[in-house]
């Protein structure tokens, strides 16, 4: 049963997703350690993805992308 006077969690509250909330503490959090451990813990956040489009059932020439959760900017 839900209660209408319910607390809300304060990520939410300030208009964010928890997966955006959860990269701004990450990031957080990997600013705040000494090298060699930041630097290791900042190449691991990249994240290498490929897109395809289909065209009449078939892919085409796949793009290869990169995504960085520092790169974004809110």
Not at 5 to 11: C, E, K, L, S, T
Not at 38 to 52: A, P
Request: aromatic content about 10%.
């Amino acid at each position: 049963m839900a209660s209408s006077g319910a607390a809300v969690p304060f990520w939410r509250a300030a208009g964010m997703t928890y997966i955006s909330y959860s990269n701004i503490c990450a990031s957080m959090v990997r600013n705040c350690l000494k090298e060699p451990h930041k630097t290791e813990s900042i190449s691991r956040e990249k994240v290498h993805y490929s897109v395809s489009k289909w065209v009449d059932g078939k892919p085409q020439k796949p793009r290869t992308n990169v995504y960085s959760a520092s790169d974004t900017h809110l």
